[in-house]
């Protein structure tokens, strides 16, 4: 269930920032559960497959979180830095990289002031960090600026057409998801209060645990498309992953995405 409390287009990084260190310690225990089955099961692993060859490549994680994708982007050759915006995530990560070294550098950052020298990195991704920068389009400026020519940034969001301010998931009387109800789609969201819990965390966990708590953003597809274009950027690949029917019926959450897409994926190229 979504709660928005309104906060304003006045709203700094910083205070952003506090939302999603005191969410920080509870999400890397969730995740690191198995409890985020959208991540998982269906928007990594089509995000990863959608990645070009990463070998050899350095590139740089923004908003990195405690590191999980990270983490898949060494071991698919890549080298690679890491930055977020809390303090807690960033601790969590270096723990994991202390005991299983990859030569991931971490560090605590903004991703709209990136602590790198323009030029810097071969590739640059995003996993469902992006939309919850408070600019969006200066977020994007960042990762064009520390990419070398002809390098690339790869990013998912939530999809602005079938998850925007409004979004309800049809069943019908079997329980069987018939169709996705979604309205708003051109109302921006400037720093509405959202509050949400993963949906598969057990009752027992629930009744303990505060709901994650973060300010959101909305844009239209076609508000994305012009920042990105404006960064200096070229679309190169849209992805919208749905689950096949074998995912479905192992993981009924992400059965929704048989019917409407909730994430999308897109890859832009900074122009030589």
Not at 31 to 39: E, F, I, K, P
Not at 236 to 243: D, N, R, S, V
Request: glycine letters at 8%; charged letters at 20%; hydrophobic letters at 45%.
């Amino acid at each position: 269930m979504k709660a928005y409390l309104h906060l304003g287009k006045t709203m700094k990084t910083a205070e952003a920032a506090k939302f999603w260190e005191a969410n920080a310690e509870n999400w890397t225990r969730f995740v690191r559960a198995g409890y985020d089955v959208y991540r998982d099961a269906l928007n990594t692993p089509a995000f990863l497959a959608m990645l070009p060859d990463v070998r050899g490549l350095s590139g740089v994680d923004i908003g990195c979180g405690e590191g999980a994708e990270t983490r898949k982007l060494v071991r698919l050759g890549a080298r690679m830095q890491a930055v977020d915006v809390a303090p807690t995530f960033i601790r969590h990560a270096k723990a994991t990289e202390t005991a299983a070294p990859l030569g991931i550098l971490y560090q605590v950052a903004n991703g709209m002031d990136l602590p790198f020298a323009s030029g810097t990195f071969d590739f640059a991704t995003a996993f469902m960090s992006l939309m919850d920068m408070l600019d969006h389009g200066v977020a994007l400026k960042e990762a064009a600026r520390v990419l070398k020519p002809g390098g690339f940034f790869q990013f998912s969001i939530i999809h602005p057409c079938f998850s925007p301010p409004h979004r309800r998931v049809l069943r019908d009387a079997q329980g069987k998801v018939s169709g996705i109800e979604v309205g708003r789609y051109f109302e921006p969201m400037n720093g509405q209060m959202n509050e949400w819990m993963f949906s598969t965390v057990p009752a027992n966990e629930r009744a303990r645990t505060k709901p994650f708590r973060a300010p959101m953003f909305h844009r239209t597809l076609s508000s994305w498309v012009d920042l990105i274009c404006g960064a200096g950027l070229s679309i190169e690949k849209f992805g919208e992953p749905t689950a096949s029917n074998a995912l479905a019926d192992a993981q009924p959450v992400v059965a929704d995405t048989l019917v409407a897409p909730l994430f999308l994926h897109i890859r832009a190229r900074k122009l030589a």
